[in-house]
């Protein structure tokens, strides 16, 4: 321990600037009611797809409907999780509310992928996992394994080591994964190889106080 006398100081980071990333792990009782939604969807003969509003290359994109999640008791709990995020982020006292626009499923398969993109219309995004199947490893060497990861890109071109900030993160994702961020920040989806199915779905909200006029910027 240092002395008075002796040199020292205290320090702590503060990040009041950039975006910031919510993590959450959903609990079973979450993921199995998840996947019994989103099961029920793909084997809807008559299901909407969403992939005309969506950039990703992929096939099966169809729309999870709200209402959907009131039956399985689900739109509660992340109208909570996107409020705890806003609050914590903005480090705020006053009464935050939200509400999800939209949302949707998808289903990946071998070779597809979502291009960076970001979201319009909206404040938060969200995204959550349901299945991560097995990859066939590429074996490049020197190369890290960047197959099926999420990567989300701050607007930093700068060398990091000089700016002291990371232009983009990515994550490879686990079952009961939850990202919670501002729908401005870019992201996107690395394609795989190997058979099976790599199941998110995503959803966005907006968030605003009282008054509500702000909310009406949004959508």
């Known amino acids: ?127 959550l996992y349901l299945k991560i199947p097995e990859y066939v490893p590429r074996i490049i060497p020197s190369k890290g394994e960047e197959d099926g990861k999420i990567v989300f890109i701050n607007n930093n071109p700068s060398n990091p080591n000089q700016s002291m900030e990371t232009p983009l993160i990515s994550f490879s994702p686990h079952v009961g994964d939850m990202f919670i961020f501002p729908s401005r920040l870019l992201h996107g989806v690395y394609p795989f190889v190997g058979e099976g199915e790599r199941r998110s779905v995503s959803f966005n909200a907006v968030h605003f106080f009282d008054d509500e006029k702000v909310r009406k910027l949004y959508i």
């Open 1 to 127: 321990m240092l002395k008075n006398e002796e040199p020292g100081a205290q320090y702590k980071i503060l990040s009041p600037f950039g975006p910031k990333l919510g993590v959450v792990q959903l609990n079973d009782f979450v993921i199995n009611k998840m996947i019994e939604l989103t099961d029920n969807i793909l084997e809807d003969d008559a299901r909407n797809s969403y992939g005309e509003h969506l950039a990703g290359q992929i096939a099966e994109e169809p729309v999870v409907d709200l209402e959907r999640l009131n039956e399985h008791r689900l739109d509660e709990l992340f109208n909570q999780l996107v409020k705890q995020h806003v609050s914590a982020v903005l480090n705020t006292d006053r009464k935050v509310k939200t509400e999800l626009t939209s949302m949707w499923l998808v289903s990946q398969r071998e070779h597809e992928y979502n291009p960076i993109h970001w979201h319009e219309g909206c404040t938060i995004s969200c995204v």
